[in-house]
Structures are given as structure tokens and as C-alpha cells.
């Protein structure tokens, strides 16, 4: 049977990085999302759409790599820009590689996506101050690295 936990040791994670990170994130996103609501788009499907635009084509692997996410989570993330047919998935230059690219409508809804996403970005600058959010910024780049320890 396990032992009982105190309060002591239950309240020092409080202070844990994931937990309060992802409830920062939380937080942030609700911004973001509430500017993007009339796109019909998520924050994290704008941050796709951005990505894929800025480095098309891409294949998956390493859209997967510069977002720090897992093949199949990313995977599972493209099907509905796909089917909304905001992306195309064609074979890379290997046959054995997929990429991802911008369809005709996904550059349109990025392009009516990116004024919506200033105002929300402009918001949290504002918010956090331009000093912080640089500092901010790189501290979260640092943690980017974290996996390669």
C-alpha cells in the first residue's frame, strides 16, 4: 500500500515547470484563439499553416522536428487542414517520404489568419512588455533543447 503524501511535498510542485507552462500556455492560447475564432481556424492549426508556408514543401519529418512533436501527433493534426483542404500531403522527393504544402485555400486562410494573429500577438507584447517577451522568448527557445540532454 502506498504511503500517504504530505502537503509538503504535494505544494513543491507548484513550482514545476511543465504544469505551469502549460497552464501559461492555456492562458496565452485563449488569446490567440479568441482572434482567430472567425477563421474558423485553432491557434495550433495557424501555427501549422505558418510553418508549412515558411518552409513548403516540407516533409513531415521534419515539420515533426521543428515543431518538437512526434511524427504521429503531427500526423494526426494535418488530417483536418487536409480534409478542409487547406494542406496537400504529396510524396517528397524519396518515395518514401510525404510533404506538406499550402493548397490554393490555405494560403487564402493563412492570409486572412495573419492580421487576426497581429492584433492577438500585439496584445500579449503589450501585456508582457517588449523586454519580456524577448527574454521570455529565449528562455523558451532554451527549453526547446531540452530533449537533446
Avoid at 34 to 60: S, Y
Avoid at 73 to 91: A, G, I, M, Y
Avoid at 107 to 116: D, N, T
Wanted: a positive charge; hydrophobic letters at 40%; aromatic letters at 4%.
Amino acid at each position: 500500500m502506498p504511503s500517504k503524501l504530505s502537503r509538503k511535498e504535494l505544494t513543491q510542485c507548484a513550482d514545476c515547470a511543465c504544469f505551469n507552462i502549460r497552464k501559461a500556455s492555456r492562458a496565452v492560447t485563449a488569446v490567440y484563439e479568441e482572434r482567430l475564432h472567425e477563421t474558423g481556424l485553432r491557434g495550433t492549426q495557424f501555427t501549422l499553416l505558418v510553418m508549412i508556408a515558411a518552409n513548403e514543401p516540407i516533409t513531415i519529418s521534419h515539420l515533426a522536428e521543428k515543431l518538437v512533436m512526434d511524427r504521429t501527433t503531427l500526423t494526426r493534426n494535418l488530417r483536418p487542414l487536409e480534409k478542409q483542404e487547406l494542406v496537400d500531403v504529396v510524396q517528397g522527393e524519396d518515395r518514401r517520404t510525404r510533404a506538406v504544402r499550402l493548397s490554393k485555400s490555405g494560403h487564402k486562410s493563412l492570409a486572412e489568419a495573419l492580421p487576426l494573429w497581429k492584433k492577438a500577438q500585439k496584445k500579449v507584447v503589450s501585456f508582457m512588455g517588449e523586454e519580456q517577451m524577448t527574454d521570455l522568448l529565449d528562455k523558451l527557445h532554451t527549453l526547446e533543447k531540452i530533449t537533446g540532454i
